[in-house]
C-alpha cells in the first residue's frame, strides 16, 4: 500500500548546521508530497509541498526536490537556527485526498 | 480567516466512560480528515469525508468509536467506552476537494484515560 518512511530522529545540531532529514515514499500512482511542521504547543502547519516529479517546494529556507526516480523528498535546509527546533513530518496524498504521514522527526538545534 | 477549530483542548476521563470531540473545518473545506497521533508518531488516519459521506473509515476501529458530519460542515467524533490505550491527541483537518491541495491542522484535543 501507500506509506511514508521517515528518517527516524532525534536529530540535534548547532546552529547554521547543514540539516537533511530523509523522506521516501511507497505509492501507487503519482501522490503529491508535502513536509509538515509542528512547533513545541502548535498544531501541524505546512512547510512546502511538490505536487509533481521534479518539483522542488521551498519555504524559509527550507527545500525538498520529488524524485521519483529515487522516490524520496529529502527536506534540506543549509543553515538551521533555533528557531527550527521542531518535529517535522513527510506526507504523501493521492489523488482522492487521501493524506499519509511518516512517523515523524524531532529536531533540536542548540545555540 | 479564522483556522479549523477543535474543542476540547484536552480532556481527562476514566476508562469505560464515553468522550466526544467537536470540530469545525475552515469554510468552504469539503474534506474532513480525523486523525489520532499517539505519543511520538505521526498521525493516523481515522476517517475521511467527503461532504458529508464518510469516503474511508477503514482504520476506525468501529465497536467503540464513531463519527459523524451533519451538513457536511462541523463532525464529531466519540468513543464509547473508552480504554486506556485511547490516550492520544486527536487531530481534525480539512481540504478543499481539489487534487495537490494541503490539509488544514486543527490544534487537537489530547485525550487522557485513566
Known amino acids: 500500500g501507500n506509506s511514508v518512511t521517515q528518517m527516524e530522529g532525534p536529530v540535534t545540531l548547532s546552529e547554521e548546521a547543514f540539516l537533511t532529514i530523509n523522506c521516501t515514499y511507497t505509492?501507487?500512482?503519482?501522490?503529491?508530497l508535502f513536509w509538515y511542521v509542528q512547533y513545541p504547543g502548535e498544531g501541524l502547519q505546512l512547510l512546502l509541498k511538490?505536487?509533481?516529479?521534479?518539483d522542488k517546494g521551498s519555504n524559509k529556507g527550507f527545500e525538498a526536490t520529488y524524485r521519483k526516480e529515487t522516490t524520496s523528498f529529502h527536506l534540506e535546509k543549509g543553515s538551521v537556527q533555533v528557531s527550527d527546533s521542531a518535529v517535522y513530518f513527510c506526507?504523501?496524498?493521492?489523488?482522492?485526498?487521501?493524506?499519509?504521514f511518516g512517523a515523524g522527526t524531532r529536531l533540536t538545534v542548540k545555540p | 480567516e479564522a483556522g479549523v477549530v477543535q474543542s476540547p483542548r484536552y480532556k481527562i476521563i476514566e476508562k469505560k466512560q464515553p468522550v466526544a470531540f467537536w470540530c469545525n473545518p475552515i469554510s468552504g473545506h469539503n474534506t474532513l480528515y480525523w486523525y489520532r497521533q499517539n505519543l511520538g508518531q505521526g498521525p493516523e488516519l481515522l476517517i475521511r469525508?467527503?461532504?458529508?459521506?464518510?469516503?474511508?473509515d477503514s482504520q476506525l476501529p468501529k465497536d467503540r468509536f464513531s463519527a459523524e458530519r451533519l451538513k457536511g460542515v462541523d463532525s464529531t467524533l466519540k468513543i464509547q467506552p473508552a480504554e486506556l490505550g485511547d490516550s492520544a491527541v486527536y487531530l481534525c483537518?480539512?481540504?478543499?476537494?481539489?487534487?495537490?491541495?494541503?490539509?488544514?491542522f486543527g490544534q487537537g484535543t489530547r485525550l487522557t484515560v485513566v
Open positions: 506526507a504523501l496524498q493521492y489523488n482522492n485526498n487521501d493524506m499519509r
Open positions: 505509492a501507487t500512482g503519482y501522490p503529491s
Open positions: 483537518a480539512s481540504s478543499f476537494r481539489l487534487m495537490n491541495t494541503e490539509a488544514f
Open positions: 469525508y467527503e461532504n458529508e459521506e464518510a469516503v474511508d
Open positions: 511538490a505536487t509533481k516529479a521534479d
